[in-house]
């Protein structure tokens, strides 16, 4: 076996000669070569749906930039697709579910499919992803959590108020725990198929747990990612550990809560107070993150002052992969992306080897 890729010695809180990189959201359309590709695909489904233009995108920033880690291109909403909620991409408005789930009798819609068969094209493009790989980029495969996924499944697409889903949290929570349960269900065989299949680490996008009270972010949210962690493999079939990283928007003050689900990386968004989690929990658990992708706005002397700062507030012990605190936006320039992945790979050199 060869050297452990960078990024699974953050993961473990093994020491790192410097701090391994990548973005959310790093395929996508502020890529020109990705929006080539997603033409040629037709949809955005036909893009998630066929392996070798999946690879394709999915390689497309690791070829660029030579970041540390790859994420499987897909998205978190082929699994109430495959749960048998009718789904579609509309140009410039997002995801739409045509008929949202209302009241617990639509609870029968919802299927326990066979992953292998209803998401195979999610395992055949991870194979095909894995064997275009470098084998020092390793691969991370990813889910929606159940309470993100439920917002889009309630409410019928993107919202900004979530009317729907906090009327079910207040009116009628029997519904919503039946659909967080049966969400619970799927991700734990689908995320265990994609480690069976050659995902290296697993990352959970909680984008809406943010917009939840304290009691309501433990209860609809973070219970059943505890639940998701408890029931996943922990090797893959080459013997090697599975990290999985909890990414909850706007949760920082949870941190040692979501620490305690036994997750092994806790990714914090901007707002996050990281001195203060860093030193509470950096012993128990590694963090990911956590710099505003605004930052990539700002001119190439104003990136560098918020690396800096960014790095230092993590400090230079074991357990860090820098990230954006959320993902690339569509009007962002790749120029910059290379800027800031440059940026941190001499600052974070100067800054270990210094120790
Ligand atoms: O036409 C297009 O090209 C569609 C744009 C797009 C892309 C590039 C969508 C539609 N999804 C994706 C890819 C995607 N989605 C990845 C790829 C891997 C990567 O490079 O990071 C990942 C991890 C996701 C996950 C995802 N999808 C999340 C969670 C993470 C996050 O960014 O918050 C969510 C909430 C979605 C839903 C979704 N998919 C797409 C849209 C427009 C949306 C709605 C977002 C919203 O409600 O604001």
Redesign the pocket.
Known sequence: MGQKPLFLKACAREPVERTPVW???????YLPE??KV?KEAG??LN??KTPALATE??MQ?IRRFGLDVA???????VVPEAMGMKLD?L?GE??VFADPLKESSDLKRLKQPNVEKKLGYVYNAIEEMRAALPANVPLIG?A?SPW?LAT?MIEG???KKFTKIKTAIYKDPVFLHGVLNALTDTVIDYLNGQIDHGAQAI?V?D??GGILSPKNYQEFSLKYMAKIVKNLKKTGPDGAQVPVIL?S?GCGNYSEEIAASGCDVVSLDWTADVKKIRRKLGKKVAFQGNLDPAVLYAPEAVIRKEVKKTLKLFGPEPGHIFNLG???E?DMDPENVQVLVDIIREESTRSIAKQ
């Open positions: 973005l959310m959201r790093q395929a996508g359309r990705y929006l997603r949809s955005f893009l998630c995108v999915t920033p994420i499987m291109f897909s998205d978190i909403l991409f140009e997002g995801p990813f929606g993100t889009y697409g993107t919202t990352q996008f984008t809406w990414f928007k959320h993902g690339m569509p």
